[in-house]
């Protein structure tokens, strides 16, 4: 199975998470990045690297990031030819908090990585379903 990217967009973090084979989700890197145009252009180098057929974006049911997700998107669309998924995940960034908790990791360590992890937790989610 291609490659696959997974974003879970925070307000002013977005983790991105990869599979290399569809089976596996890891984390791969947090961007700390705001505005949605700086954003893209930071994440056109992830894109352009790993070459990913979709590309996954995790979508809260509601609340402020809904809009901001389809916003990235109509972005991402502008840039990537690939397709597109949106995929409801609410409660990821918790998950990815206990997950780390659990596993030991520092405070600093949790906040620095909890994006990353969460996409890779909504990765997952995904790819159970396909």
Known sequence: MP??????????HTGIAISY?????????TIFESNKKKLVGKLLP??????????VIG???HGPLVNAVMDLKTELEKIYSGKIILFPEDFS????RTLMKESGKTLIKRKK???QTAA???????????
Request: charged share 20%; with cysteine; hydrophobic share 45%.
């Open 59 to 61: 979508i809260p049911n």
């Open 120 to 130: 890779a937790i909504i990765l997952e989610d995904y790819l159970d379903t396909v």
């Open 93 to 96: 960034s918790r998950s990815a």
């Open 113 to 115: 990585n909890e994006h």
């Open 21 to 29: 084979e569809g089976i596996l989700a890891e984390p791969l890197a």
């Open 46 to 55: 992830f894109i352009a690297k790993h070459n990913p057929e979709k590309i």
């Open 3 to 12: 490659t696959a990217l997974c974003l879970d967009l925070g307000i002013a």
